[in-house]
């Protein structure tokens, strides 16, 4: 395999339309060797179809996919060094860990050869990588759930697939061990240098494993990006408002509309310029105490049919009374502005007439 960032997947004009559902509506992407990519996007926008695609289960209505430099469009997916672990991996029940693992490896014996030596020393190379070395012996339901996950990324990763892809596979794990597990994962994958992509429509699980993230919606790539710069710099409004918890705040005006962050959005006493910032006048209607935030509801004056969200952490010592007006303040820099019609990023400078 070539230099470090070379891409080793590239994928052009493809799209899976079923029927009258543009499940997959042209997708351009390369990705790069080594990487981890991650697919972010709401539910049924298309992401399984793509890496069903790319693995090979599923036949494009139109466009390319290339592995390293060789085009598979056309191949079956055996023969195109992927491997893919799906939402519900189902491990076998009946057979232990070892034979868990070396299932793909069985299964490809004809054609491979490979004899027991050499499946015996594959499946612990690829056990210790993973740390499940020791619980080769067990039987699925003998493991936790985090185990039996990495159990079925090494079934996956036994065949020393190019490229690994991995379907939303920790949604089934409980809120504290996804977090272990996505740390464990994005360590595997850095030791083993594997290119890997990983599907999700957790934008936190996005960006905290993903070298870049591609966020789709309705069969498109909306923007491509390192998880900042697709935080910072969102290309539309439809990817400022997915990323971020709670929401970027829209708010209509003339002909556009603009945006900011909860977090943004602070009491102008706490600011450290008002002279490069946007002040509003904030009716606060409720207020939430969330252990290190305060998440404060209320209106802007003049726009009170947009519920406008601030998150002021919680050592800020500023006191909010609900029903009760104050001045807010937003960082110039932190405004976003959006086409009515279409949702793409405006710069301020080519708005007539700027908030
Ligand atoms: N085999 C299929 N037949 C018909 N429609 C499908 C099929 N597979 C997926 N779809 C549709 O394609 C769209 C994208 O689905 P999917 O790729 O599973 O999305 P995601 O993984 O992002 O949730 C959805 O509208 C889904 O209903
Ligand atoms: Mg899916």
Redesign the pocket.
């Known amino acids: 395999m070539g230099a470090v960032r070379m891409s080793l997947v590239q994928i052009r004009g493809l799209k ?1 339309h ?2 009258a ?4 509506d042209g997708v351009d992407l390369a990705i790069d060797q080594g990487e981890f990519l991650v697919i972010l ?12 695609m790319i693995a090979g289960l ?1 036949k494009p209505t139109a466009g390319h996919i290339a592995i390293d430099g060789a085009d598979v469009t056309d191949l079956p997916p055996r023969k195109r060094g992927v491997s893919m672990v799906f939402q519900s991996y189902a491990l076998y029940p009946h057979m232990n860990v070892f034979n868990n693992i070396a299932f793909p490896l069985r299964a490809r014996r004809r054609e491979k050869k490979l004899d027991k030596a050499t499946i015996h020393s594959k499946v612990v190379s690829t056990a210790r990588l993973l740390e499940i070395d020791m619980l080769l012996d067990r039987r699925p339901r003998q493991l936790s759930g985090g185990q039996r996950q990495r159990v079925a990324i090494g079934r996956a990763m036994v065949t020393q697939p190019a490229v690994l892809l991995l ?2 596979p920790l949604s089934n794990l409980d809120a504290k061990l996804r977090a272990n597990a996505r740390d464990e994962l994005k360590d595997f994958q850095r030791s083993s240098n594997i290119t890997a992509v990983f ?1 999700t ?1 957790d934008q936190i699980e996005a960006m905290g494993l993903g070298d870049r993230i591609v966020v ?1 919606s309705e ?1 498109k790539i909306q923007q491509i990006g390192t998880p900042q710069s697709i935080y910072d710099d969102p290309a539309n409004e439809f990817v400022a408002t997915f990323l971020g918890s709670p929401s970027m705040n829209i708010l209509s005006a003339d002909g556009f509309r603009f945006g900011f962050r909860p977090e943004h959005f602070l009491p102008k006493t706490l600011s450290d310029n008002s002279e490069n910032s946007r002040i509003f006048q904030y009716y606060v209607k409720r207020v939430e105490y969330l252990g290190s935030d305060r998440l404060v509801y209320g209106y802007v004056r003049g726009r009170d049919s947009d519920l406008t969200l601030a998150k002021v952490p919680s050592n800020v010592r500023v006191s909010l009374n609900i029903e009760e007006d104050y001045e807010f303040a937003v960082h110039h820099s932190d405004l976003k502005y959006f086409d009515a019609s279409t949702g793409r990023r405006i710069e301020r400078q080519n708005l007539q007439e700027a908030v």
């Open positions: 899976k079923f029927d559902v543009r499940a997959v996007g709401p539910s049924g926008c298309g992401k399984t179809t793509l890496m069903r599923e379907d939303e599907v429509h789709m069969g």
